[in-house]
T-cell receptor
Framework: GQNIDQPTEMTATEGAIVQINCTYQ??????LFWYQQHAGEAPTFLSY????GLEEKGRFSSFLSRSKGYSYLLLKELQMKDSASYLC???????????FGAGTTVTVRA | GAGVSQSPSNKVTEKGKDVELRCDPI?????LYWYRQSLGQGLEFLIY????????KSGLPSDRFSAERTGGSVSTLTIQRTQQEDSAVYLC????????????FGPGTRLTVL
């Protein structure tokens, strides 16, 4: 089976940095995705990691350690519009099925 | 539009009725997924279609759930004899085939079973 864990909620101040951790135990590993989902909207793709290390994309970065079954999403220079749920998803042993965590709701306060 | 579309956006039905949800994937995307998102839960995989291959139905929660994909494009998810626990947001996603491509999600159908 698949087990994806991430914190339920996080709160941060506008302009600050927040790190959302995700740990996973899956049968096989074929990549890890982060998605952003605003309330009532569809999830949108943020990042993809398949090799160890840091992937940077503007204000957002994602890190992966396969040996530790661990990833984090780093949001820098937080803006009010970053208030959303952030979903960690792992592709397991087959190459098409994603297992999602329950999501981390980030609230950005002024 | 170029995105994934779903209809209806909202559906309220009575317990025991059948419902049909529709998904129009992005043109050219050969892979299509259905997920269910209940309040406070992660996205739950329901079914996967890839081209003309047999679908992966392993996530369908009961035999009341079925899905079709006609002509490799539009898909319908049917729930028969709906129950209150079926209330959720049903999301459709499509992607190009291949491990490294992200899934593009539709806006979802919010189903409420009274």
């Amino acid at each position: 089976g698949q087990n994806i864990d991430q914190p339920t909620e996080m709160t941060a101040t506008e302009g600050a940095i927040v790190q959302i951790n995700c740990t996973y135990q899956t049968s096989g590993f074929n990549g890890l995705f982060w998605y952003q989902q605003h309330a009532g909207e569809a999830p949108t793709f943020l990042s993809y990691n398949v090799l160890d290390g840091l992937e940077e994309k503007g204000r957002f970065s994602s890190f992966l350690s396969r040996s530790k079954g661990y990833s984090y999403l780093l949001l820098k220079e937080l803006q009010m519009k970053d208030s959303a749920s952030y979903l960690c998803a792992v592709r397991g042993s087959n190459d098409y099925k994603l297992s999602f965590g329950a999501g981390t709701t980030v609230t950005v306060r002024a | 539009g170029a995105g994934v579309s779903q209809s209806p956006s909202n559906k309220v039905t009575e317990k025991g009725k059948d419902v049909e949800l529709r998904c129009d994937p992005i043109s050219g995307h050969t892979a299509l997924y259905w997920y269910r998102q209940s309040l406070g839960q992660g996205l739950e995989f329901l079914i996967y279609f890839q081209g003309n291959s047999a679908p992966d139905k392993s996530g369908l929660p009961s035999d009341r759930f079925s899905a079709e994909r006609t002509g490799g494009s539009v898909s319908t998810l049917t729930i028969q004899r709906t129950q209150q626990e079926d209330s959720a947001v049903y999301l459709c996603a499509s992607t190009l085939a291949g491990s490294y491509n992200e899934q593009f999600f539709g806006p979802g159908t919010r189903l409420t079973v009274l």
